[in-house]
């Protein structure tokens, strides 16, 4: 704070949004809806270079009677009754992934779980969300590439406003169109044809696709309905892909935790193929280090808050106008050693200090879907292998849109033996 900033009027709003560090930030702005995201990066994301992308989705909408009801529609469709439901699909699209991993460890070749764990969670979210069935595992498709590539443009298109004007990136920025177009094309089209299964009163699941359908007859809704589309196409895979990709990664770099979880599958899962709904409610430790992962990674680094009103956080007078910039990694003692005690059950629990899926009525939609899948993935590949990270990879993170592990986390595989174990 001091001078410097009120020598350069307008650049908080200009150019980057400044924020004085305040530790008291997620607990005054998260949990208040007269609040809403900031301008400078959600309003952004509307659309890319010109092309429209994520609209006035879920994520994006700033105005909150219109998010409100958005959200309402949506509510259903992640319902612990309807989650419940999904366990068959979640074992089902696991299996896919353990009988490829079990290819990979006879053929003693390396694995990329990034991508493996990619395609099995783009598997899902189509599957549970559209009913739209992919075996990426298996097969080629266009969405992965076509999301990474809006990923990427998104970072080209918030952090360098000059990046569409250089003739050199034209290339370039017509990909990232291209992929967006691919995105909502495929959502109209899917839409369509449940459109038209709905209208001859043919049964139709009531999964996500069936929601953002609900309550929507003008042209405008059409529009809102692809913004939610492409929102959950993304949002539903690349989140829980990175995390479990990391939990690998920190997994083999701690094999006395390693262990402890393994210990944990054995002893509720033992040898059994199906995962029960109320299996995953004894995963108590693997629960402990998914959480542990997504404090020290969290897909999204942050998120931010604009506070038109002047405030007083801490004793503190800030002015109106400016942006809450929140971010969960900082918010806990020595916060770069994995350690998945901080969430035993009886260690503290201080307020506002993790929100990987942010607090208040903002907060994540799908997490406890995003958290069922992880769990029934995590404990399947414990308790069918063993992994050992490649020697000198990197561990460094790459910012693409998401964080994301930037050496993919290559592993060598081998079967467990099962002699030990019980049934």
Not at 38 to 43: A, L, T
Not at 365 to 370: I, M, P, S, T, Y
């Amino acid at each position: 704070r001091g001078t410097w900033r009120s020598s350069l009027p307008g650049w908080n709003s200009l150019w980057i949004p400044v924020t004085d560090r305040c530790y008291s930030l997620p607990q005054s702005c998260l949990p208040v809806k007269s609040y809403p995201k900031d301008k400078f990066v959600y309003k952004k994301l509307f659309s890319l270079f010109g092309q429209r992308f994520l609209g006035n989705g879920l994520v994006t909408a700033r105005d909150h009677e219109k998010w409100y009801k958005q959200r309402r529609i949506m509510d259903p469709a992640f319902s612990s009754t309807y989650l419940r439901g999904l366990t068959g699909t979640f074992n089902e699209r696991a299996e896919k992934l353990m009988d490829k991993l079990a290819d990979v460890a006879d053929s003693k070749k390396e694995a990329n779980m990034l991508h493996l764990v990619n395609c099995v969670t783009l598997d899902v979210i189509t599957k549970v969300a559209f009913g739209v069935d992919l075996d990426l595992l298996k097969h080629s498709s266009p969405f992965p590439k076509a999301i990474e590539t809006c990923l990427k443009g998104m970072v080209s298109y918030l952090r360098d406003r000059f990046f569409q004007f250089n003739p050199k990136n034209r290339g370039y920025i017509n990909e990232v169109r291209e992929a967006c177009r691919l995105l909502r094309t495929t959502g109209a089209q899917w839409i369509s044809e449940r459109k038209t299964a709905m209208q001859n009163g043919d049964e139709v699941p009531k999964d996500i696709l069936t929601q953002i359908i609900k309550d929507s007859m003008t042209e405008e809704d059409e529009e809102f309905m692809l913004d939610n589309f492409v929102t959950f196409f993304i949002a539903g895979q690349e989140t829980t892909a990175n995390q479990l990709a990391f939990a690998i990664m920190e997994l083999g770099r701690h094999p006395d935790i390693l262990e402890k979880a393994k210990k944990e599958v054995d002893d509720v899962i033992g040898m059994k193929h199906e995962i029960s709904y109320d299996d995953l409610g004894k995963l108590v430790y693997l629960s402990q280090v998914l959480k542990e992962t997504l404090r020290m990674y969290p897909t999204a680094p942050g998120t931010s808050r604009h506070i038109a009103e002047d405030m007083v956080i801490d004793g503190i007078h800030i002015p109106g106008g400016f942006v809450a910039l929140v971010i969960n990694t900082i918010f806990s003692n020595d916060p770069l050693k994995f350690d998945p005690d901080r969430f035993h059950p009886d260690a503290p629990k201080p307020y506002y200090c993790y929100y990987p899926f942010s607090l208040g009525p903002r907060a994540c939609l799908g997490k406890n879907f995003a958290q069922m899948e992880a769990k029934v993935v995590m404990a399947k590949l414990l308790q069918r292998f063993d992994f050992t990270l490649v020697p000198e990879q990197t561990f460094d993170i790459l910012d693409a849109g998401t964080l994301r592990p930037k050496s993919g986390v290559l592993c060598t595989l081998g079967h467990r033996d099962y002699k030990n174990k019980g049934s």
